[in-house]
């Protein structure tokens, strides 16, 4: 059904949703957007599913946007680019509001689009050897269409410390700005998800759909055709197609010192 992701679930409704690209660090490409999308849909839509784990295979849980679907963009005509863009936005918005409790599993580094998914789970439990960044202004790029749940996550005065820059964190300093809720050693990491579990596994699931729910109406909406826009803007810069240029050539953009 997918291939770029895998999706099981146990007898006890607690869903594994499993980013499955580990030779392209699980960087979201087109595909991989669709089937997060569709994956999402589903799992919402399965009375049976009462808590989703978002995973990864491999040493990476999401190395970001894939560079080369990117470069797609820039070379396609506008209402290409316009569309990818949304689709973007609209997988994040799927699982931001997916209707079920979301964890994130963070084995490994997560940089741009990973610290996006990290942003619309729940929680997120981290392994103390993972690393991350908004690492997007190194590339010419920006964290446009994450921005909004990036903002819900960790506010602006520490979105600006990381995303300005484009600086790697470690995982305890990703815990103190508020994307990780625990960071333990990777051997660790399994068994404390699992005991994150069962206190939803312990709750009336419709109650806990409707409380999610209803934060998230309290809560300022992401301007979605915005966040699209300014990707779009961005991806027709010349420092775009500098930076992704530079990252295929191994060499360092022009502006680097």
Request: with cysteine.
């Amino acid at each position: 059904m997918f291939e770029t992701i895998r999706l099981t679930t146990d007898p006890r409704g607690v869903a594994s949703l499993t980013l499955a690209r580990p030779e392209k660090h699980n960087a979201l490409s087109a595909q991989m957007i669709v089937e997060l999308t569709e994956a999402a849909e589903t799992l919402g839509a399965d009375p049976a599913v009462r808590v989703v784990l978002l995973e990864a295979e491999g040493e990476s849980f999401c190395a970001g946007g894939d560079l080369g679907w990117m470069r797609a963009q820039m070379q396609a005509d506008a209402a290409t680019r316009a569309a990818e863009a949304q689709k973007l936005a609209l997988m994040l918005r799927a699982l931001n509001e997916l209707p079920k409790p979301l964890i994130a599993r963070v084995q490994g580094q997560a940089f741009g689009g990973g610290l996006g998914l990290i942003s619309v789970c729940d929680l997120a439990l981290g392994a103390s050897s993972a690393r991350f960044g908004l690492t997007e202004v190194r590339l010419g790029l920006i964290p446009a269409t994450i921005a909004p749940y990036v903002l819900a996550r960790i506010g602006e005065a520490m979105a600006r410390r990381i995303a300005l820059s484009g600086r790697l964190i470690d995982a305890e300093e990703a815990m103190r700005l508020g994307f990780l809720s625990r960071v333990l050693p990777p051997a660790e990491l399994s068994a404390a998800v699992e005991a994150e579990v069962a206190p939803f596994l312990a709750a009336a699931p419709g109650a806990v759909a409707e409380t999610k729910a209803l934060l998230r109406r309290l809560s300022p909406p992401p301007a979605l055709d915005a966040t699209s826009a300014a990707l779009v803007r961005r991806w027709e810069s010349a420092e775009a197609a500098e930076g992704v240029a530079a990252f295929f050539a191994r060499r360092r953009p022009g502006w680097s010192g």
